[in-house]
Each structure stands twice: as structure tokens, then as C-alpha cells.
């Protein structure tokens, strides 16, 4: 072999982090805040879909679906009637469910890594759950279906799960 020096291969992995030092004082870091505003993105796309379901997309919003679609085909309206559910029920869980979405997000911008590892698990059965949907039921992911909200799902996994992230939720944890 000739003298030269070959170049250290990288591994394809990562080793597992040394945990850093506890530190209350750490700043909130870009991956967090990213992950709880994504999170209220989520809870107001839901607030969104759940009005358009109650009070009906203008025509020009149903439009501009069926153009980001593909398609240009103007997508039917949901009702209340198609989830076979009462109006009553479809308010109360809009509402339960919004509530929610807002409280993890909070939580997740105050460091709460409780909250952090059940909005990954929920981002996670969430994104499971289209996929078997479109592998199975044959159903399409687009704009006027779950593209937005797989999309956040998606974009929230990857936040909350970055080394930054899980320090600065763990930043108060006594480790022994």
C-alpha cells in the first residue's frame, strides 16, 4: 500500500449521545420552538377542517383544492351527515380535540418532555394510520384530504425528536 493517507469512513450510524450536564438555564432551542408552533399549526388546521365541515369551504377555497389536487376537479363538501355523526358530538370532539392540540403545544414551548414524547407517539400512530389508510382502503393523500395534516405530522416527528429538543426537555432531570 502506497504512503498515502486514506480518509476515515464515516460510520452510518450515530453513536448514542453522552448525556450534557443538567442545565436549567439552557435556551430554548429552534427544534423546540418549531415542534410546539407546528403542534398549534395542527390544532388550528383541525379547527379549520372541522368549520368547513360545519359551515361548508367557499367555492373559490374548494377551487383552489381541486388545482393543488392535480386534478382541477372542485372536491364535494363533507357534511356532518358523512361522518354519521350529531352536530352536538362533532363540536364537542372539534373542541376536546383543540383543546388538546393547544395544551401539548404550550406545554411543548415550556420544555415539558412528558408532553414531547406523547405528541412524537400521537405524530407517530397519526402517520402509521394514513399510511395503512392509503395502503389498504386505496386512500388518496392530497390537499383536500390529510396532506396538510400528514404533513405537520411529519414535520412535528422530526422536530421534537432532534437532540436539541429531547436536552432542553430533559434540562431539569436529575441524573444519577
Same mark, same amino acid.
Given at each position: 500500500?502506497?504512503?498515502?493517507?486514506?480518509?476515515?469512513?464515516?460510520?452510518?450510524?450515530?453513536?448514542?449521545?453522552?448525556?450534557?450536564? +443538567?442545565?436549567?438555564?439552557? +435556551?430554548?432551542?429552534?427544534?423546540?420552538?418549531?415542534?410546539? &408552533?407546528?403542534?398549534?399549526?395542527?390544532?388550528?388546521?383541525?379547527?379549520?377542517?372541522?368549520?368547513?365541515?360545519?359551515?361548508?369551504?367557499?367555492?373559490?377555497?374548494?377551487?383552489?383544492?381541486?388545482?393543488?389536487?392535480?386534478?382541477?376537479?372542485?372536491?364535494?363538501?363533507?357534511?356532518?351527515?358523512?361522518?354519521?355523526?350529531?352536530?352536538?358530538?362533532?363540536?364537542?370532539?372539534?373542541?376536546?380535540?383543540?383543546?388538546?392540540?393547544? &395544551?401539548?403545544?404550550?406545554?411543548?414551548?415550556?420544555?415539558?418532555?412528558?408532553?414531547?414524547?406523547?405528541?412524537?407517539?400521537?405524530?407517530?400512530?397519526?402517520?402509521?394510520?394514513?399510511?395503512?389508510?392509503?395502503?389498504?382502503?386505496?386512500?388518496?393523500?392530497?390537499?383536500?384530504?390529510?396532506?396538510?395534516?400528514?404533513?405537520?405530522?411529519?414535520?412535528?416527528?422530526?422536530?421534537?425528536?432532534?437532540?436539541?429538543?429531547?436536552?432542553?426537555? +430533559?434540562?431539569?432531570?436529575? +441524573?444519577?
Amino acid at each position: 500500500m502506497s504512503g498515502r493517507r486514506q480518509p476515515r469512513k464515516r460510520a452510518a450510524f450515530e453513536p448514542l449521545a453522552v448525556p450534557g450536564e +443538567r442545565n436549567p438555564r439552557m +435556551r430554548r432551542p429552534a427544534a423546540t420552538v418549531a415542534g410546539g &408552533v407546528l403542534v398549534l399549526m395542527r390544532a388550528l388546521s383541525g379547527a379549520v377542517w372541522g368549520a368547513a365541515v360545519l359551515f361548508g369551504l367557499p367555492s373559490w377555497l374548494r377551487a383552489f383544492a381541486g388545482f393543488a389536487n392535480g386534478d382541477n376537479t372542485i372536491p364535494a363538501e363533507d357534511t356532518i351527515e358523512d361522518l354519521g355523526l350529531s352536530t352536538e358530538t362533532f363540536i364537542g370532539v372539534l373542541i376536546v380535540v383543540f383543546l388538546v392540540q393547544l &395544551v401539548f403545544g404550550i406545554l411543548l414551548l415550556w420544555g415539558s418532555n412528558a408532553a414531547r414524547v406523547i405528541v412524537m407517539i400521537v405524530s407517530t400512530i397519526s402517520i402509521v394510520a394514513a399510511f395503512v389508510s392509503w395502503w389498504n382502503v386505496g386512500d388518496e393523500i392530497t390537499v383536500g384530504t390529510t396532506l396538510v395534516t400528514l404533513a405537520l405530522d411529519i414535520l412535528v416527528l422530526l422536530a421534537l425528536s432532534s437532540r436539541d429538543a429531547a436536552a432542553y426537555a +430533559r434540562r431539569n432531570e436529575k +441524573r444519577g
